[in-house]
């Protein structure tokens, strides 16, 4: 599985962005994408995660009522939309995927180690 971020980008404050994530995958609909973002001598941070099967939804705290995560399995690719950035939200946004969900999953999305796939990450730049 191959995955391709893209959509990053240099905006003020206030401003939106919306990231996509190609799946290599043409039939994805068990899957689960996930987001993440590492900002410069931090630790990769959990964003949003989203299920191909039902569109279920999970989203770190710093992100909630800002950020919104979705996908067309059609297309295979999931998307995040990212409203009122903040220049606290500026790092190197990744996408990452698993090719089945997990059972009460709340907690395990937000772990890196719980995705099998990765994307090369996107810059969002947020300027105050």
């Known amino acids: 599985v191959q995955l391709q971020a893209s959509g990053g980008g240099l905006v003020q404050a206030g401003d939106s962005l919306r990231l996509s994530c190609m799946i290599s995958e043409r039939d994805f609909r068990n899957g689960v994408v996930g987001w993440f973002r590492q900002a410069p001598g931090e630790e990769r941070g959990f964003v949003a995660a989203?299920?191909?099967?039902?569109?279920?939804?999970y989203y770190g705290d710093s992100v909630k009522g800002r950020f919104a995560a979705s996908r067309d399995n059609a297309k295979s690719t999931a998307y995040l939309q990212m409203d009122s950035l903040k220049p606290e939200d500026t790092a190197v946004y990744y996408c990452?995927?698993?090719?089945?969900?997990?059972?009460?999953?709340?907690?395990?999305?937000?772990?890196?180690?719980?995705?099998?796939?990765w994307g090369q990450g996107t810059q969002v730049t947020v300027s105050s």
């Open positions: 989203i299920t191909f099967s039902d569109s279920r939804t």
């Open positions: 990452a995927a698993r090719v089945r969900r997990i059972a009460s999953g709340n907690y395990y999305y937000t772990l890196p180690s719980s995705w099998h796939y």
